[in-house]
């Protein structure tokens, strides 16, 4: 006498599920490590800084997110989300036009030109180019400071323990996308066996 193939997959969906729960187990406990870690390594940095050197005193007026959690449905139904981290790079600073060359541009003697009296049409324009530089100067502020680093918010040579609390930090925020995928397979793995099992008792 053969197997019921509805038992058959009841017993496979257990089996799934179990594997599942065991996964997300491992799952948490390293995510709480990490945790653990990341904060323990942001105390050793506030030793040896000083706890108003690493606080969010220190943290820039606009900031932009370097990871985006994005969202999709699979084809059996389940909800995957899935980490995108921009990465910094060097030609930010220089795409930003913080960086200005100061000094003459041009070489050589240059003849002394007398001072004339600007008619007010002239000093109406002036004023114009001068209100207008400044805002440019801030806009590219803005932008740089909107790609920077986190760490250099609290100085240029940070000690290891910080950048170790942000490398931690960042596994954290792959594994929680990760711990959440799996939770939505889980849920629909227990949804799938319900109804089998409901349609085992009907039969």
């Not at 940095?45 to 994005?70: D, F, I, T």
């Not at 324009?125 to 740089?144: D, H, N, T």
Request: charged residues 30%; glycine residues 4%.
């Amino acid at each position: 006498m053969g197997l019921d193939p509805v038992s058959v997959n009841i017993d496979q969906q257990l089996l799934r599920f179990m594997d599942q729960l065991e996964a997300l187990e491992e799952k948490r406990e390293k995510l709480d490590s990490l945790i653990e870690a990341g904060w323990f390594n942001i105390s050793k940095a506030r030793y040896s800084m000083g706890n108003k050197q690493v606080s969010s005193l220190q943290y820039a007026n606009e900031m932009e997110p370097l990871v985006c959690v994005h969202s999709s449905i699979s084809e059996k139904g389940d909800v995957e989300f899935k980490c995108e981290q921009t990465e910094l790079r060097t030609e930010d600073l220089k795409a930003s036009g913080t960086v200005e060359n100061i000094g003459p541009t041009e070489g050589g003697l240059r003849k002394r030109m007398t001072i004339k009296q600007k008619e007010p049409k002239e000093e109406d324009a002036s004023k114009r180019q001068c209100e207008m530089q400044p805002q440019g100067s801030i806009k590219s502020e803005k932008s740089f400071s909107q790609h920077q680093d986190p760490l250099k918010w609290f100085g240029i040579l940070v000690p290891q323990n910080l950048k170790q609390a942000q490398a931690a930090f960042k596994e954290v925020i792959t594994l929680s996308a990760e711990i959440a995928t799996l939770q939505s397979a889980i849920l629909a793995t227990r949804m799938e066996m319900q109804a089998q099992i409901k349609e085992k008792h009907k039969d």
